[in-house]
């Protein structure tokens, strides 16, 4: 996990987005997904954060076809946007 903390300001946005957006969001995916996985490309931080908020933890994965696919992945223990283990 990364560390510190949001702002009051953004603590505020992020009540209301959760009411309007992010509960939505968490329902549309049947409101049991916590985790989903990564690949092929690297994800984006903004979209990385925008999903952190939501809720849903991206874990973000590199290999080849070759390999088998994944060679390294993010931990749970470890999570970082941007980062791939």
């Known amino acids: 996990q990364e560390t510190g903390g949001p702002g009051l300001l953004l603590k505020l ?3 209301v987005f959760d009411k ?4 939505k969001l968490r329902a549309a995916l049947g409101g049991h997904c916590h985790a ?3 690949g092929g490309a690297p994800l ?5 954060h925008f999903y952190r908020g939501v809720g849903l933890s991206i874990y973000e994965g590199y290999g080849l076809t ?3 696919a994944a ?3 993010n931990r749970v ?4 946007v941007g980062s791939v283990g």
């Open 13 to 15: 946005k992020h009540a």
């Open 20 to 23: 309007l957006v992010y509960g």
């Open 36 to 38: 989903a996985i990564s």
């Open 44 to 48: 984006g931080a903004r979209l990385g």
């Open 66 to 68: 070759e390999t088998s």
């Open 71 to 73: 060679i390294t992945v």
């Open 77 to 80: 223990d470890g999570l970082r």
